[in-house]
């Protein structure tokens, strides 16, 4: 379809027919909803079908189990994303249940949960504990993917970096964990534009998810009420922090045809925390 000469979007941010990866697209408990629970719940409702893995299958399914309830197609795998082996099965598995992959999502992260702290006090089983799961998963996550994308001359890729790689931020291995993920992603973008595939980053600023604050309660022996209200306090736009849709929101958008354009871009979902920095 042409007007005034240009391509047009056959539809607004849709996904019909497409086979999508959503590592991580459970959660940890908690009171709201995370990152990659929504996301896979918002690619499905796009008309995406979804493979929802996370090293929790009960997680797994009951993300799945809230996207069949709205008519959309899931199904949930156990994958530990330190084991490159499961990664491997992973994407095997979309392939031989859709015959393709379109769309990989890379969201798994951890940070106090697992041991992060300032550089003069970070553990080294720490330090490689927490590397391991939020760069060196979404490495061998997208090695595995690129040759299915690249057979097929197309596909997305998303990484979920975070503000905290470009701003003050008190431990040292989730932020530098976060920075090379943006580093990675303009790398394999620009290597794999001529096989018609994006990759794309996401960098989260403060959200009301399970993984930010209820972790913080426990490690700071707070409620959660003033873990939020002291989050809040530090967002523009607004006074609030995000939530996990936002996130999901922008991760439809980069990965829709309406993006089509755009590769190897890092976009900002932080209430516009980052026109603070320098």
């Known amino acids: 379809m042409t ?25 940890t408990p908690g009171q709201t909803i995370g990152n990659g629970r929504a996301t896979a719940v918002t690619y499905a409702k796009a008309g995406a079908r979804v493979l ?22 899931a199904v949930p795998l156990r994958a530990d994303v330190t084991d490159e082996a499961d990664i491997a099965a992973m994407v095997a598995e979309a392939c031989k249940r859709w015959g393709r992959l379109d769309i990989l999502h890379n969201n798994v992260g951890i940070s106090v949960a697992g041991g992060d702290a300032e550089i003069s006090r970070i553990e080294g089983d720490a ?6 799961i939020n760069l060196k998963s979404m ?16 596909g997305n890729i998303i990484n979920i970096s975070s503000t905290a790689a470009h701003e003050e931020y ?43 604050v209820d972790a913080r309660m426990d490690a ?14 530090k967002v523009p736009l607004g006074g609030k922090m995000g939530t ?3 996130v999901a929101n922008a991760a439809l958008f980069l990965v829709s045809d309406e993006a089509r354009f755009i590769t190897g871009v890092t976009l900002m979902v932080d209430g516009g925390a980052h026109c603070r920095i320098g």
Request: proline letters at 4%; charged letters at 20%.
């Open 170 to 212: 008190p431990w040292v291995t989730y932020k530098a964990s976060k920075a090379a993920a943006k580093a990675m992603t303009e790398q394999v973008a620009l290597q794999n534009a001529p096989h018609g595939i994006r990759v794309n980053c996401i960098q989260p600023g403060l959200m009301n998810t399970p993984m930010a």
């Open 3 to 27: 007007q005034n000469g240009s391509e047009v979007s056959k539809g607004i941010l849709r996904l019909d027919g497409q086979a999508a990866i959503v590592v991580g697209g459970g959660q």
């Open 220 to 233: 700071w022996n707070m409620t959660r009420d003033e873990v939020v209200a002291m989050r809040d306090a």
């Open 244 to 246: 996990a849709w936002d």
């Open 52 to 73: 929802v893995a996370d090293r929790d299958l009960d997680a797994a399914a009951a993300t799945v189990a809230e996207i069949t309830a709205e008519g959309g197609e």
């Open 139 to 154: 490495v061998l996550a997208i090695k595995h993917a690129l040759p299915v994308m690249r057979d097929q001359q197309s």
């Open 127 to 132: 330090f490689d504990r927490i590397m391991a």
